[in-house]
Nanobody, 125 residues
Framework: EVQLVESGGGLVQAGGSLRLSCAVS????????IGWFRQAPGKGREGISS????????YYRDSVKGRFTVSSDNAKNTVYLQMNSLKPEDTAVYYC??????????????????WGQGTQVTVSS
């Protein structure tokens, strides 16, 4: 059974940092790309970053480039999202998701078949 479990969310002041973790089971990170999405209240879900260990590639949405870093530890079957210089507009529920699609870097939610439960990130001004 494919499972993804996020952790590491919380409340932080603007300019601060958080590191989200996505622990996966039921598959290895060589088989799937992992994407990070977020959904703010009243807004749609947006893809912000993804990583394919098998292809050695990463993707970032423009709004997080230079501030967020995605990485993976294949031995631990865990993907991380290091978030620095956080802004109030980064406040959202953050989800990780797994994709077998060759289009994983386009961050289309329907290309990601398995999702975690989400973790809340709140950035105060």
């Amino acid at each position: 059974e494919v499972q993804l479990v996020e952790s590491g969310g919380g409340l932080v002041q603007a300019g601060g940092s958080l590191r989200l973790s996505c622990a996966v089971s039921g598959f290895t990170l060589d088989e799937y790309a992992i994407g990070w999405f977020r959904q703010a209240p009243g807004k749609g879900r947006e893809g912000i970053s993804s990583i394919s260990s098998g292809h050695g590639r990463t993707y970032y949405r423009d709004s997080v480039k230079g501030r967020f870093t995605v990485s993976s530890d294949n031995a631990k079957n865990t993907v991380y999202l290091q978030m620095n210089s956080l802004k109030p507009e980064d406040t959202a529920v953050y989800y990780c998701a797994a994709s077998e699609s060759v289009r994983w870097f386009k961050m289309v939610a329907t290309d990601f078949g398995s999702w975690g439960q989400g973790t809340q990130v709140t950035v105060s001004s």
